[in-house]
């Protein structure tokens, strides 16, 4: 089946400092990904769309200028967290749309990434 | 508020109990599916429920679609100490997004 992929699995950075987070389809093209956040026996909350070739689409409530999204290419999205603060602290989680119509939507995630700001 | 609200939020029940878990919206969704997190992992697809009233099995687990698409339900029999883990309710919103209820903890005790 379809795999995603995220990278690093855990992250420990220091308060101020920059992080990225890769997301990538590994057997299949996605034009769309998302980026979830979830917070500790919380639900994943939708942070933002990400499209190919252009702008991330951001939730309400989300810092565009701090949560930096870059979708270059059809298997390759990444999410960079600027001058990470504590709060920051949690799992990140991305998923794939696959770009062929199928019947029902196709989506998969990937692994997570967990990040410690410290 | 979460467009999907999932009851109960926490669940701790024995070993071969039945249980269910709810999923209900004001919103109509063109689909909805279900998950299974564990700890550290990202979820897992179960099911997916397309047609109003469809019901879909999967071994222990039932899932319902209500007929106006607007909620959902998972039943387990007999739960076992491996059901245990975060169970989430989501439905497709236009631009495909899918966006996720609050969650339902289950925990089974050997």
């Known amino acids: 089946g379809a795999v995603v992929s995220q990278h690093p699995s855990r992250v420990i950075c220091k308060s101020g400092t920059s992080v990225k987070i890769e997301c990538r389809s590994l057997d299949f093209q996605a034009t769309t990904m998302f980026w979830y956040r979830q917070f500790p026996k919380q639900s994943l909350m939708l942070m933002a769309t990400?499209?190919?070739?252009?702008?991330?689409?951001?939730e309400q409530g989300v810092e565009k200028d701090k949560f930096l999204i870059n979708h270059a290419s059809l298997t390759l999205s990444t999410l960079t967290v600027t001058s990470a603060h504590p709060e920051d602290s949690s799992f990140y989680i991305c998923?794939?749309?696959?770009?062929?119509?199928?019947?029902?939507?196709?989506?998969?995630f990937g692994e997570g990434s967990w990040l410690t700001v410290v | 508020t979460q467009l999907l609200e999932q009851s109960p939020q926490f669940l701790s029940i024995q070993e071969g109990e039945n249980l269910t878990v709810y999923c209900n919206s004001s919103s109509v969704f063109s689909s909805l599916q279900w998950y299974r997190q564990e700890p550290g992992e990202g979820p897992v697809l179960l099911v997916t429920v397309v047609t109003g009233g469809e019901v879909k099995k999967l071994k222990r687990l039932t899932f319902q679609f209500g007929d106006a698409r607007k909620d959902s339900s998972l039943h387990i029999t007999a739960a076992q100490p491996g059901d245990t883990g975060l169970y989430l309710c989501a439905g497709f919103r236009a631009g495909n997004m899918l966006t996720f209820g609050g969650g339902t903890r289950l925990m089974v005790k050997p």
């Open positions: 990400s499209n190919e070739g252009s702008k991330a689409t951001y």
């Open positions: 998923s794939a749309r696959t770009s062929t119509v199928h019947s029902g939507n196709t989506i998969y």
